[in-house]
Each structure stands twice: as structure tokens, then as C-alpha cells.
């Protein structure tokens, strides 16, 4: 497989490095918080594949619905005057979504290459077996590390238009502020001419959004745990899981979905040499997930010098995907 790993190049820290000064500074704020690209570890993917077969996850279901059955139109849309390409994605995951595009290229026998970013290189080698198997003659390089450390990386190899992936309500781990950062960025980074597909979650009924993200079962608090429990065994720390509830919050005016965990009792953590005092009550920001109207879409893309050329809606028209051009 040909993954690379994450080193920042500029601190030259690895990756343990940059997870546990990433929680010291995380812990050291107030309100104290986490960074959520945290939660996937082997068992974090494990917990998030089964948040995606829970009925109340409807976000991977109608995404899904879009890349089965508009399969044409969003090829069609990406071919754009049939001038080579290579299709980049951020956050890929198990590319289920993506596949069946991957797929219908494949079979258009279009020659690309296709480059998977994910920060879990776990995933992305689950990725590398499957795609052998189903599509064996796609061209993959696969990336693990941070979105824009490995764009780079994949735009230093790829000599053709870029046509960036960015599925699945992604861009909703960002709040408003560093999701137009994001698309500036990104639109920096991108060639006069290049794409950027971007599934966004839409605004909806406000409990059909809360229920995905509250689950009766606990899934969704396990998953927040979950990163308590990595930070014990990757740092050395002893946070005590039954004294943290997961809470879960969503403001259908600003469309900010979010996850907390509770500090159930006064008490301390120890990571490494560090202590943290959690008084009782008090929160870590684990997670947001922000919901768009199709309005706060479009200004989206306007202020960050993009033009949209194609959207799709799943048949609900609860989830977009919008085809974003530089
Ligand atoms: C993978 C970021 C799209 O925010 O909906 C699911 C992650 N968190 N349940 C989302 C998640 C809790 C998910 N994304």
C-alpha cells in the first residue's frame, strides 16, 4: 500500500507528538475541548461504522441514495469537457459512498488516479483491501494524515485537474468561522478550473437531527468516550469513563449540532505529568456537526470565490451535494 505518514513538517513532531499537545492545549482552554479528528483509532472506526447503520444516522443512508442513484450525473458533472483529472478525497473513510462513482469511472474506462486522505491509516488500509478486490485496475495512492498536509502531498503527484471529494457532512466538524477558512484555503490551493464536491447536511427537523446524534443506545456517547480512552492508552492518562456523560445539543437557528461530555463529579485527570481539574459539571467540547440551509451554502461558496455549478439532493432532500468549481 502506498500510504505515507503524518509528519508535520514545519515542528517536525510525529504524530503521538501532535495528539498529545493537541489534548494538553485542548484540556488547557476554557471551555475546555477536544479536537473530534481525534475519535478515529481503530475502535473510534469500529464505533462510527456502527453510528452509520443506526436508523437514526440518517446522514450516510441519503448521501448513499445520491452516489447510487445520480451515480451519472455526478460523473457527468466531474468529466466536465472530458479533460484528464485525478480525484482527491478528504476524509474518505471506507469510500462506501464513493465507490459507486469510483465504480462507474472504472467501467467509463477514464483513466485517473485516486488519492484517499483519511487520518486513520487503520481505515485507510480496510480501504486498499476492498478496492483491490472490487475495482482492481483503479489507479490508488493512498494519503493518511491531515487534510491539507496531504492535499499537498496528492498536488505534488497528480499533474492533472483536481477533482476534491469531500463527503459525508464532513465539513460540519468545522464551526461557521473555520469552515470559511477551510474553503478559502482549499480555493488557494485549487487551479482555475479544478472541482470540489462537498456533501452538506441540511437543516431539517430539529429532532430527525438531534436523535442522529442521541441515540438510545449509547453508541454516540461511546464514541465520544472512546477518545477519553485513547488518550489513557496512548498517553498515559487516567481518565475515569463512568465519571463522563456524553450531552448532546442542537440549535436549529445557527444549525450547530454538539456534543458534550459532563464531568459527573469534582475530580482530576492525569496525563503524562500534567494534571487537569474537572469541577463537577463542567463540560469538554467534544464535537460539532454543523447543519446548512441551502442559503448559508451558496454564501459559502460566493465569499470563498467559488462558483457552484451542480447540486444534488438525496430524494428526501435532506443532504446536498454541491459541485463547487475555482
Ligand atoms: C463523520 C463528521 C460526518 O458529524 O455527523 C457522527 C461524525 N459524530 N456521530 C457527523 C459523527 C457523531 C459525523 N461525520
Known sequence: ???????????????????????????????????????????????????????????????????????????????????????????????MKS????????????????????????????LNEKLSKELPTLDVVALEGDYFNMLDKATSISKRRKVVLFLGGNIGNMDLEESYHFCRELNRKLNLGDLLLIGFDLKKNPHTILNAYNDSEGITASFNLNLLLRINRELEADF??????????????????????????KQHVQIGNNIFNFKENE??????????????????????????????????????????QV
Open 1 to 95: 500500500m502506498n500510504s505515507q505518514f503524518d509528519t508535520d513538517l514545519q515542528t517536525g513532531m510525529d504524530t503521538v507528538d501532535r495528539f498529545r499537545s493537541d489534548v494538553l492545549e485542548g484540556l488547557g482552554s476554557n471551555p475546555k475541548k477536544m479536537f473530534s479528528k481525534y475519535f478515529y483509532d481503530k475502535t473510534g472506526d469500529q464505533i462510527f461504522q456502527q453510528i452509520m447503520k443506526m436508523p437514526e444516522y440518517y446522514l450516510t443512508n441519503c448521501e448513499l441514495d445520491i452516489f447510487k442513484n445520480k451515480t451519472k450525473e455526478l460523473a457527468d458533472t466531474i468529466l466536465l469537457n472530458n479533460t484528464p483529472f485525478d480525484l482527491i478525497e478528504l476524509g474518505a473513510g471506507d469510500a
Open 99 to 126: 465507490s459507486y462513482l469510483l465504480k462507474h469511472l472504472v467501467e467509463k474506462d477514464i483513466d485517473f488516479t485516486y488519492m484517499p486522505i483519511d487520518i486513520s491509516g487503520n481505515i485507510l488500509s480496510v
Open 240 to 265: 475515569d469513563v463512568t465519571q463522563f456523560q456524553h450531552y448532546q445539543t442542537y440549535d436549529p437557528v445557527s444549525g450547530a449540532c454538539k456534543s458534550y461530555l459532563v464531568s459527573l463529579e
Open 283 to 324: 463540560l469538554i467540547d467534544m464535537e460539532i456537526s454543523q447543519k446548512f440551509s441551502p442559503n448559508d451554502i451558496s454564501k459559502l461558496a460566493k465569499k470563498t470565490k467559488f462558483h457552484i455549478r451542480k447540486e444534488i439532493n438525496d430524494s428526501k432532500n435532506w443532504f446536498v451535494d454541491s459541485i463547487w
